[in-house]
C-alpha cells in the first residue's frame, strides 16, 4: 500500500497562497494517479484536482479553476498543490490520495471511491 505523507498546511488570510505537498515512500508516485481532496466543516469529502499517471489532462472541481494547479516532482517523488487567491470557503482538511487511472469516457475520475491510499490531511484555514 501506497503510504502519503501531506504537509504545507496552515492558516492564511483571503486572496492568499499556499502549497501543500503529498510525499511517498516506497514507490513511485508517477505510477499512480494522485488526487487532492477536501473536507470542509459539515461537509462531505469532495475531490477538487486530480492528475493521472501519465500525460494527461487534470480534472479540476469548478470552484478551483484558475485558482488551483497540480504539479509533480518525480524526483522529489512529491505532488504539489499550489493554492491562489484563496477563499474562506476553501477552508478544511486537505488529503492526498493515490490510484490507478479511471476514465469516465476522456474525463480522468476525481472521487474518492477510485482513490485508495490516503494520508492523513493537513489543516487550511483562510481567514482574516
Known amino acids: 500500500q501506497v503510504q502519503l505523507v501531506e504537509s504545507g498546511g496552515g492558516l492564511v488570510q483571503p486572496g492568499g497562497s499556499l502549497r501543500l505537498s503529498c510525499a511517498a515512500s516506497?514507490?513511485?508516485?508517477?505510477?499512480?494517479?494522485i488526487g487532492w481532496f477536501r473536507q470542509a466543516p459539515g461537509k462531505e469529502r469532495e475531490g477538487i484536482i486530480c492528475?493521472?499517471?501519465?500525460?494527461?489532462?487534470?480534472e479540476y472541481l469548478d470552484s478551483v479553476k484558475g485558482r488551483f494547479t497540480i504539479s509533480r516532482d518525480n524526483a522529489k517523488n512529491t505532488v504539489y498543490l499550489h493554492m491562489n487567491s484563496l477563499k474562506p470557503e476553501d477552508t478544511g482538511v486537505y488529503h492526498c490520495?493515490?490510484?490507478?487511472?479511471?476514465?469516465?469516457?476522456?474525463?480522468?475520475?476525481?472521487?474518492?471511491?477510485?482513490?485508495?491510499?490516503w494520508g492523513q490531511g493537513t489543516h487550511v484555514t483562510v481567514s482574516s
Open positions: 490520495a493515490a490510484g490507478e487511472d479511471t476514465y469516465g469516457g476522456s474525463r480522468l475520475r476525481c472521487s474518492s471511491i477510485y482513490f485508495g491510499s
Open positions: 516506497g514507490v513511485s508516485l508517477d505510477d499512480y494517479a
Open positions: 492528475i493521472p499517471s501519465s500525460d494527461g489532462n487534470p
